[in-house]
């Protein structure tokens, strides 16, 4: 089993940028594919970017691309999101999850309790 805790998130005004962090408990977290999503209030969670377990491969949702990296240490078993020039549309809670086999759905085996991302105006 994975325990996933995400932290880095907050407010910041649009322009800036956030790296937000998700440590993995275990020994197993280089096996894992890991994952970012979000969820903003009224909307279904929304996939955004995910990373096989070598780093090898990685996939971005097209509104994110070129403004969010995700990047992991395999060595201190931690995933991270990059956002930069964020907007006020991405405010949402942002959650790491990990998988065993690559995907862009919703259906990662173990999730974080997520992180708030406010963007002001």
């Known amino acids: 089993q994975v325990q996933l805790v995400e932290s880095g998130g907050g407010l910041v005004q649009a322009g800036g940028s956030l790296r937000l962090s998700c440590a993995a408990s275990?020994?197993?977290?280089?096996?894992?594919?890991m994952g970012w999503f979000r969820q903003a209030p009224g909307k279904e969670r929304e996939f955004l970017a995910t990373?096989?377990?070598?780093?090898?491969?990685?996939v971005y949702v097209d509104s994110v691309k070129g403004r969010f990296t995700i990047s992991r240490d395999n060595a201190k078993n931690t995933v991270y999101l990059q956002m930069n020039s964020l907007k006020p549309e991405d405010t949402a809670v942002y959650y790491c999850a990990a998988t065993t086999v690559l995907t862009t759905r919703n259906n990662y085996d173990y999730w974080g309790q997520g992180t708030q991302v406010t963007v002001s105006s």
């Open positions: 275990g020994r197993t977290f280089r096996r894992y594919t």
């Open positions: 990373i096989s377990s070598d780093g090898s491969t990685i």
